[in-house]
């Protein structure tokens, strides 16, 4: 256990801070914003201190353990690698820039702000928890605050687009939540660690067996394959993975600006982070059965949300199915890792290292961009007095030089122009999925 328990503090801060906003008067609304903005600072004070100690040749890190709930093998579990502090820095990075973008909020915004800095809170658990237990109640807590940013401060057809990310999100949970309980049956554990180093040994898949087998399922490899599934619809749903993400354009377009930077730039990524950190470690073989169907699905995220792009008159809308497409850049790269067994050595190794490289860097950079661009369409609207089609501007730059020029910038960096960030993860991506699986690569 680390001496100071940075991760614990890290995700009260943000709890803390919406008990205290919830507890100023409905009249003091600066001073709501304030106190939320000097929380999120507060936080991504604690980040940096994190992200400063951490020790790039090491592990898992700032790792806290504590029993919990003996009984059900339930432990307080923390710990960040490389993975879980990228995400950590990137959500501590964008809740301060997205609530200075919403501007004044105008109704109840007290509770505007609590939920923000609730839902902050949650997707620190979520990126830095290491048992499930643990891990999928912060999972779920993302997901309230979510939803009533959405429903209460949404644009006209908020509700169905509240209720509709709501559904698609609850029953990706649910069918994650009964496999996580078939396989702490088999095992006795949630600890993710534990259960990844079962699965290289094939104990994971032999336990299920041993637990379940027999009726329906004649071998352990069947067995597994419907656990796999189960979660994997959790995360596909999360990502979102085509045909999982009609929530997406929708909840999009109709979230207030700063609920949507934070929905694209980091809520986003709980579902490519649960393929690294949960989907790979434990469903290997899994995976590379289900190769083809799964970068098919990824090829098809990735070429048919961009044509879904471009017949678009909406910005929100576009830059919306662009988050799909960027997304599954990110899903190509896990699945091909997944999929290849062909080949060893050095060269095979390399190349999974760059794909898994520029997954995670694509992650960070997307969440930065989409965040950006997201923030830029949200001013547009609010000055323009609610427009937001193509058809609706025109001569933006001889108006605003520093607006159109900064927004070009987060655009470029976006399409992967090289020099700017957006070119990095996605250049390492299709460099090794190209040797992993070409034709993927090419459809892509």
Known sequence: MSEFPFLTVLTLIPLAGAIMVSRVE?????????????????ALLVAGLV?????????????????????LGVEYHLG?????LTMVVLTALLIPFALMASGPVEKQSRTYIALMLLLEAGLFGTFTALNFFHWFIFWELSLIPAFFLVKIWGGPQRTAAAIQFFVYTLVGSVAMLLAFLAIHAATGTFNFLV???????????????ARFGGGWFESPQSLAMLVFLGVFLGFAVKAPLMPFHTWLPQTYAEAPTGVVMVLTGAMSKMGVYGFLRILLPLFPEQMQQAMTPLLALAAATIVLSAFAALAQRDLKRILAYSSVNHIGYCLLGIIAVASTTTGSGFGLATEKAA???GVIVQMFNHGITAAAL??????????SGGLRSLDDFGGLRKAAPVFCGLMGIALFASLGLPGLSGFVGEFLIFKGVFSLSAWAAMVS
């Open 26 to 42: 409905d009249d003091q609304r600066d001073t709501a914003r304030k106190l939320g903005l000097t929380i999120s600072l507060l």
């Open 51 to 71: 992200w400063l100690k951490f020790d790039a040749a090491t592990g898992m890190q700032f790792v806290e353990r504590a029993s919990w709930i003996p009984s």
């Open 80 to 84: 960040v690698d490389g993975l879980g």
């Open 195 to 209: 259960l990844a180093d079962a699965a290289r040994t094939g104990d994971l898949n032999a336990a299920l067996f």
């Open 355 to 357: 794909v898994l490289n």
């Open 374 to 383: 997201f923030c830029f369409v949200g001013w547009m609207e609010r000055r």
